[in-house]
């Protein structure tokens, strides 16, 4: 399945009247969301960042992150459930992971469950590698699977 008008998703700074759609994709994509108010510090404090993706006006998902000391950390990543695996989530991925790059980071981290195999997949097919594992990381008592991608900085 494809998005037809996939070339008018519009990539952003997320803004504070953002959050409540946010909100609402983070509740339903994740087993412990984050709460608002930990999303909206993403646009308070230095360092941190977020991208949504919007489509038609609505977003439909987003990417929250940190740079620091050279270094990057996708903190969190989701499409709304009937626009995934379209191709949105990739191209949040890949404008974090330019940001990144302008912003000197040669190295990206994330943390992922080794139940969430698409995302696993996406993760790869970008240059992540799985470099250990954080046990009983979540809440559930599951593992996070810790992956890197080593960048080229823009300089």
Do not use: H
Request: with cysteine; proline share 3%.
């Amino acid at each position: 399945m494809a998005v037809t008008n996939m070339l008018d998703v519009k990539f952003r700074e997320m803004r504070l009247e953002d959050v409540p759609d946010v909100a609402e994709i983070e509740n339903s994509s994740f087993k412990d969301p984050f709460p608002p108010s930990l999303i909206k510090e993403f646009l308070a404090q230095d360092g941190l960042y977020s991208i949504v993706a919007e489509l038609d006006g609505k977003v439909i998902g987003y990417i929250l992150f940190t740079i620091a000391g050279g270094e990057a950390d996708i903190s969190d990543i989701a499409v709304k459930s009937e626009f995934r695996q379209m191709g949105v989530g990739k191209r949040l991925m890949l404008e974090a992971l330019s940001l990144a790059s302008n912003k000197n980071a040669n190295k990206v981290f994330l943390e992922v469950r080794p139940s969430k195999e698409i995302a696993r997949r996406l993760y790869t097919s970008l240059g992540f590698v799985e470099i250990g594992r954080r046990k009983r990381y979540y809440k559930d008592g599951e593992d996070a699977i810790l992956m890197l991608k080593e960048m080229r900085c823009k300089t």
